[in-house]
C-alpha cells in the first residue's frame, strides 16, 4: 500500500492550508500525524470509512478532516493556523491484518511551517 501526501507549505499566523492523501487501496481508517522537531510523532486527527472523526485537543475548531472513498483520498482543512502547527505531517492509514493484528501504512512526510 502507498500513500502519497500533498499540500504543505509556509503560511502566516491565521492561515490556512489543505492536505491531501491518496492511498493505492482502501484503507479503513486514515488519518494525519504531525512530528515537530525535538517531539514525538503525535495523532492530529482520523477518519474512518464511515466518517466517524476524531481529532486532537490541540486542533479542535480549526482543523477538519475528511475522505472521499470513491478516490482513497483523506484531506485535512487547516485554518487558523498557530505558530505551534509547524510540523512535518504524515499521512497514515490502517486496516485489519490476520487476528488482531492492524497493518498501518505511512506516507511520505509534508512540511507545514507557520510563520508568526
Known amino acids: 500500500v502507498q500513500l502519497q501526501a500533498s499540500g504543505g507549505g509556509l503560511v502566516q499566523a491565521g492561515g490556512s492550508l489543505r492536505l491531501s492523501c491518496a492511498a493505492s487501496e482502501h484503507l479503513n481508517r486514515l488519518g494525519w500525524y504531525r512530528q515537530a522537531p525535538g517531539k514525538q510523532r503525535e495523532l492530529v486527527a482520523d477518519?474512518?470509512?464511515?466518517?466517524?472523526?476524531n481529532y486532537a485537543d490541540s486542533v479542535k475548531g480549526r482543523f477538519t478532516i475528511s475522505r472521499d472513498n470513491a478516490k482513497n483520498t483523506v484531506y485535512l482543512q487547516m485554518n487558523s493556523l498557530k505558530p505551534e502547527d509547524t510540523a512535518v505531517y504524515y499521512c497514515?492509514?490502517?486496516?485489519?491484518?490476520?487476528?488482531?493484528?492492524?497493518?498501518?501504512?505511512w506516507g511520505q512526510g509534508t512540511q507545514v511551517t507557520v510563520s508568526s
Open positions: 497514515n492509514g490502517r486496516r485489519p491484518g490476520f487476528g488482531a493484528v492492524v497493518n498501518s501504512y
Open positions: 477518519i474512518t470509512t464511515d466518517g466517524r472523526t
